[in-house]
């Protein structure tokens, strides 16, 4: 009888043990997909990328650096430029690849006052489309000037997984 209850103690407590690192893993696991895959976003902007060629002569130029995460689908930007013609009054995000025109994703706040060199930051919550467009490199941001209201300057916006 000692020994039927001595196996019995030693395979309870070799199930605890298994299942107490079983439920390790499957937190672990769990707290990778919860974090999901985060990108560094980068891109510079110049008068040279702005469509049609040409249009700005400005020697202007922009940054956008940020992160996209894949989970919570949050893209988080700064935006920086300078020497522009005069402050920023227009700005955003377009779907489109280099040298192509797009449409419009996101129309930047930016408010007044701004300089013709300065920063913004700010974030957005991406749709499933709008998250492969960015993915696959195809979105780019635009800022607008009173001189250049088309566009001083344009830069591609480049998603690299962290």
Known sequence: MKTIWTKLKKGAALACTALTVAFIFASC??????????YNLSGNATSGQVIPVGSSTSNGTATITGT??????VMSYTTAWSNLTGGPVAGGFFSGAAGQNGSSVSVWTLGSGLNNSG????SITLTNDQEAQLLNNNWYYLLSTSSNISGEVRGQVTATRE
């Open 119 to 122: 920063s913004i930051s700010s």
């Open 29 to 38: 696991e769990k707290d990778e997909v919860n974090a999901g895959i985060t």
């Open 68 to 73: 996209y995460n894949s989970t919570t689908k």
